[in-house]
């Protein structure tokens, strides 16, 4: 079973920063993207940042500039620096990933896993 956990959120003023982490884990055989979404109280879920295999990484107009996404495939860890943070960024984030897992000596056909998100309060 594959499990992804977030680590790293919490409070801080606006203007600081946080560095969220997301370590999949499970039997893995391979990861294809990987990414964070938002979720703020009365809000839809949006995505943040994401990052595919080769590295490439797409972001939300309102966080381009202020937020980096990077990947340690080593690790099977996704990050998400965030500078500059702002209240409006107060949310629960959650890591996704797209993955494929084994399944005795077959691997599965590629699902998407979630984390249990992580919160993130931006006080002003």
């Known amino acids: 079973q594959v499990q992804l956990v977030e680590s790293g959120g919490g409070l801080v003023q606006a203007g600081g920063s946080l560095r969220l982490s997301c370590v999949v884990s499970g039997s893995i055989f391979s990861i294809n993207s990987m990414g964070w979404y938002r979720q703020a109280p009365g809000k839809q879920r949006e995505l943040v940042a994401a990052?595919?295999?080769?590295?490439?990484?797409n972001y939300a107009d309102s966080v381009k500039g202020r937020f980096t996404i990077s990947r340690d495939n080593a690790k099977n860890t996704v990050y998400l620096q965030m500078i500059s943070l702002k209240p409006e960024d107060t949310a629960v984030y959650y890591c996704?990933?797209?993955?494929?897992?084994?399944?005795?000596?077959?691997?599965?056909?590629?699902?998407?896993?979630w984390g249990q998100g992580t919160q993130v309060t931006v006080s002003s």
């Open positions: 996704n990933a797209e993955a494929r897992e084994w399944a005795g000596w077959t691997p599965l056909s590629a699902a998407e896993y």
């Open positions: 990052i595919n295999s080769g590295g490439s990484t």
